[in-house]
T-cell receptor, first 115, second 114 residues
Framework: GAVVSQHPSWVICKSGTSVKIECRSL??????MFWYRQFPKQSLMLMAT?????????EQGVEKDKFLINHASLTLSTLTVTSAHPEDSSFYIC???????????FGEGSWLTVV | KNQVEQSPQSLIILEGKNCTLQ??????????LRWYKQDTGRGPVSLTI???SENTKSNGRYTATLDADTKQSSLHITASQLSDSASYIC?????????????WGLGTSLAVNP
């Protein structure tokens, strides 16, 4: 079964509203989680690294005020797309590495459609 | 510049046939190389993880090879099935200071036809 869970799987929102996506590690603690965005027929693009108890690290070109990341506990990271626009419509995926090993688990992804 | 290049970009094969996907990388310092399978609209699923010292690793009908000298990897799929239709992504991990950075290839889109 899944070890990293994302919610919601898909969401449709109106332009200008905010949307929150949750990423949970189910049977292990994750001090670090990664958020990716994937446009159709393209590879995953790292947006930011979520760090438990501290600020997220954003990749170049990713607006931290638009994509708010909160890693409030060792099993939960959230990505909030603020003031969403149609161009934010994409597939958002989180991942979490299990401590002490090389395995990185991915969530099932969340489809965001902004209308 | 750290890069991961995959070929072919897309591939169509008949069910039951074998195929090989290629991955060339220029990543330093190299930590490990991963192959993922991603079904459309789903999160990636790990197939293999290979470290510097490993040359071959199998996972069922998937066999990955790694040549650290030439910085090449391949993923061989044996006796393909319709369910193998997906995108296969090569990801190379580099340790940069205290951080691990993943460099993603663009993937090979595989279609297995009956």
């Amino acid at each position: 079964g899944a070890v990293v869970s994302q919610h919601p799987s898909w969401v449709i929102c109106k332009s200008g509203t905010s949307v929150k996506i949750e990423c949970r590690s189910l049977d292990f603690q994750a001090t670090t989680m990664f958020w990716y965005r994937q446009f159709p027929k393209q590879s995953l693009m790292l947006m930011a690294t979520s760090n438990e108890g501290s600020k997220a690290t954003y990749e170049q070109g990713v607006e931290k005020d638009k994509f708010l990341i909160n890693h409030a506990s060792l099993t939960l990271s959230t990505l909030t797309v603020t003031s969403a626009h149609p161009e934010d419509s994409s597939f958002y995926i989180c991942s979490a590495p299990r401590a002490g090993g090389n395995t990185i688990y991915f969530g099932e992804g969340s489809w965001l459609t902004v209308v | 510049k750290n890069q991961v290049e995959q070929s072919p970009q897309s591939l169509i094969i008949l069910e039951g046939k074998n195929c090989t996907l290629q991955c060339n990388y220029t990543v330093s310092p190299f930590s490990n190389l991963r192959w993922y399978k991603q079904d459309t609209g789903r999160g990636p699923v790990s197939l293999t993880i290979m470290t510097f010292s490993e040359n071959t690793k199998s996972n069922g009908r998937y066999t990955a090879t790694l040549d650290a000298d030439t910085k090449q990897s391949s993923l061989h799929i044996t006796a393909s099935q319709l369910s193998d239709s997906a995108s296969y992504i090569c990801v190379v991990s580099a340790n940069v200071g205290n951080n691990r950075k993943l460099i993603w290839g663009l993937g090979t889109s595989l279609a297995v036809n009956p």
